[in-house]
């Protein structure tokens, strides 16, 4: 089985006979109309043997210009040693061309074949050197214009990489500024219920364990099927429940086939928090959150409601709405809205839309 790198060489080697193939027929279809405007007819195989010998000699000094132009290129600050290199370069192949040339011109009954191969050399320095000069400028120019657009795609996949882990590492600072955030919350619920209620602080120490654990086992993953997010939320909201007890009730709406989109991990935990820190605490009455999700046009809407304060709070100043704004911002680009509105009979509604992605199969 070829190597990776002998497989690479091959390709190259049949570039290089497949363009010098094509370079010869093509010359020597010019030389053949040529012959036959000016009325002096050729035989078409007699016109291909020749320019496909000249065109096969130039193939196998082909590796040799490349290696010059690899080894020597056209750029600063060694432009001048470089251009001077493949001049002299481009008359000593050019001549050696024309050497091999004048071994296989008898054979394909060129034009300037001489008595010996010395005559026929000296006959083809004296008709095509010039001209062949410029064919080892012409591999050299071909040479530096790969090794360029090979240079900008490396920049361009560099570039592309070092943005992938720029983003990569700043959605792991936002995980690990979040995460802290939010169990310093839920341990101040603890704190206070130990001064209420023991058997209240210890089943929210339970379901706190259960919680941290679910962030453990997704703090590796940028993302994570709804339905995961929807049971690390209903774990939050009990333990916020076993706080205000009857002040605080829920309604999750989300069809069970949108179950398996893939979200944001602790996309939800954030803006559920956020509606009861601000928007239920302090309240006399009742407070409702209702988490909805739905698929619009190709897209998967989340939203979050309460039915608190509304408008009237900064709620954009907080940790948890800052955060998810940066995340969705990381993660989708332009493709993403997160939106904070007026909710139907008072309150806040927190909207987020992102492309509906289903889970992969196992």
Same mark, same amino acid.
């Given at each position: 089985?070829?190597? #990776? ?6 390709i190259? !080697?049949?570039?290089v ?10 010359l020597?279809?010019? &030389?053949w ?8 007819p050729i035989?078409?195989?007699?016109? *291909?043997? *020749? ?7 130039w ?7 490349l290696?010059l132009?690899?080894?020597?290129p ?13 001049g002299?370069?481009?008359?000593v192949l050019?001549? *050696?061309?024309?050497?091999? /040339? ?18 026929? /050399? ?20 071909a040479?530096h214009? +790969?090794?360029? &657009? ?15 882990q720029?983003?990569e590492? $700043?959605?792991?600072?936002? $995980?690990a500024?979040?995460?802290p ?16 209620d +023991? ?17 453990l086992?997704?703090s ?6 709804l339905?995961?997010?929807?049971? /690390? ?19 999750i ?15 939800l935990?954030? !803006? ?9 605490? #302090?309240r006399?009455?009742?407070?409702r959150?209702e988490?909805?999700a739905?698929c619009?046009?190709?897209m998967?809407? !989340? ?6 304060? #509304?408008?009237?709070?900064?709620a954009?100043?907080g940790v ?11 993660l989708?680009?332009s ?28």
């Amino acid at each position: 089985m070829f190597s #990776g790198g002998w497989r690479a060489r091959m390709i190259r !080697l049949a570039i290089v006979i497949g363009a010098w193939t094509l370079a010869g027929l093509l010359l020597a279809t010019q &030389a053949w109309v040529s012959r036959a405007i000016r009325g002096e007819p050729i035989a078409w195989s007699h016109t *291909i043997a *020749i320019w496909l010998a000249w065109a096969y000699i130039w193939a196998l000094l082909t590796p040799i210009a490349l290696a010059l132009a690899a080894r020597f290129p056209l750029e600063r600050p060694q432009l001048a040693r470089a251009a001077m290199v493949h001049g002299l370069a481009g008359v000593v192949l050019a001549a *050696i061309n024309l050497a091999l /040339f004048a071994i296989v011109a008898p054979h394909v009954d060129a034009v300037s074949v001489g008595p010996d191969w010395f005559a026929t /050399f000296s006959r083809l320095l004296a008709t095509t050197f010039l001209l062949n000069v410029p064919v080892y400028w012409l591999l050299v120019g071909a040479a530096h214009a +790969v090794r360029l &657009a090979q240079a900008a795609r490396e920049r361009e996949r560099r570039a592309l990489r070092l943005e992938a882990q720029l983003a990569e590492a $700043r959605l792991l600072a936002l $995980r690990a500024q979040l995460q802290p955030h939010f169990l310093f919350n839920a341990l101040n619920t603890v704190s206070v219920l130990m001064r209420e209620d +023991v058997d209240a602080a210890d089943r929210v120490l339970v379901l706190l364990s259960g919680l941290l654990r679910r962030a453990l086992d997704t703090s590796a993953v940028s993302e994570v099927e709804l339905r995961e997010e929807v049971a /690390f939320v209903e774990a939050y909201l009990a333990i916020e429940k076993t706080r205000f007890d009857e002040q605080l009730s829920y309604r999750i709406d989300i069809d069970p086939p949108l179950l398996d989109a893939r979200v944001p991990s602790l996309i939800l935990q954030p !803006l559920v928090e956020n509606a009861v820190r601000h928007g239920l605490a #302090g309240r006399a009455s009742p407070g409702r959150i209702e988490i909805a999700a739905a698929c619009i046009d190709g897209m998967l809407h !989340l939203a979050v409601r309460d039915n608190g304060v #509304g408008m009237n709070r900064d709620a954009t100043d907080g940790v948890g709405l800052s955060n998810t704004r940066s995340r969705l911002r990381l993660l989708y680009g332009s493709f993403h809205s997160f939106e904070l509105t007026a909710a139907q009979g008072g309150g806040l509604e927190v909207a987020l839309t992102i492309p509906l992605r289903a889970a992969q199969a196992p």
